[in-house]
């Protein structure tokens, strides 16, 4: 009731095509999500760069779709909290659709640096992490893996410059045990550097197993 009178007087809009949302709906109007789920990918390949993983899912084959890149931009530059974790919901649907989907332990979402959690309010990866974990049945735990916050000259700086710096910005600062199966979630993969940076950290040690899931990526396009 009090939700329902918030929403007279503040309505929520859908981050897709900006209609006025229902009120059971959140983030995203459900025609939108009916198109969002003719883009979906599971990709059966197994290496990321040089690295070794599991597999790679995403919600979004290619993220240049201007209604995926208007979701995006909502969830990255305005607070659209809501988007992302509906959008983890279903990343969480195609995980559990796809075969290895008993095979993860733990889900580890991709760290933000402090200075940028404090200037957004949140970290987007962990509320898409909690989509996917609410589907999927697995703890989040933000706890292992973190970013160092030096990253002042990434603006100025070349692509080719932007991976060297981004090489080592990931930390573990908690043991995983050694058969530990990860999932590691992201929002959108570009370059695949912050991804080959947390595989850096995370398989340092011990070459665990780990599926990469994002919202999106460029590496097929
Ligand atoms: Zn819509």
């Not at 959690?117 to 970290?123: F, L, S, T, V, W």
């Not at 000259?153 to 045990?177: C, D, F, G, H, M």
Request: proline share 2%; with cysteine; hydrophobic share 35%.
């Amino acid at each position: 009731m009090i939700k329902e009178f918030i929403q007279l007087i503040y309505p929520d809009y859908c981050s897709g095509c900006n209609e006025q949302l229902q009120f059971s709906e959140k983030g995203i109007c459900s025609s939108c999500l009916v198109e969002v789920r003719n883009y979906s990918h599971i990709a059966s390949h197994n290496t990321f760069g040089r690295k070794m993983v599991d597999q790679e899912i995403y919600v979004f084959k290619n993220f240049k779709n201007p209604l995926i890149q208007k979701m995006i931009y909502e969830i990255k530059y305005n607070g659209n909290k809501s988007t992302a974790y509906v959008l983890g919901v279903e990343l969480g649907s195609l995980i559990k659709k796809s075969k290895n989907v008993v095979d993860f332990d733990i889900i580890i979402p991709v760290p933000v640096s402090k200075l940028k959690k404090e200037h957004r309010g949140y970290n987007q990866c962990q509320l898409i992490a909690e989509g996917i974990s609410n589907i999927i049945k697995l703890p989040v735990d933000s706890n292992y893996l973190i970013r160092n916050n030096n990253m002042n000259s990434q603006i100025k700086s070349s692509r080719y410059e932007r991976w060297l710096n981004v090489e080592n910005e990931y930390q573990l600062i908690k043991e995983l045990k050694y058969d530990t199966k990860i999932l590691l979630v992201d929002d959108v993969i570009t370059t695949g550097a912050t991804i080959n940076s947390c595989l850096n950290a995370i398989q340092k040690n011990n070459k665990l197993k780990v599926t990469v899931a994002a919202l999106a990526g460029n590496k097929f396009t």
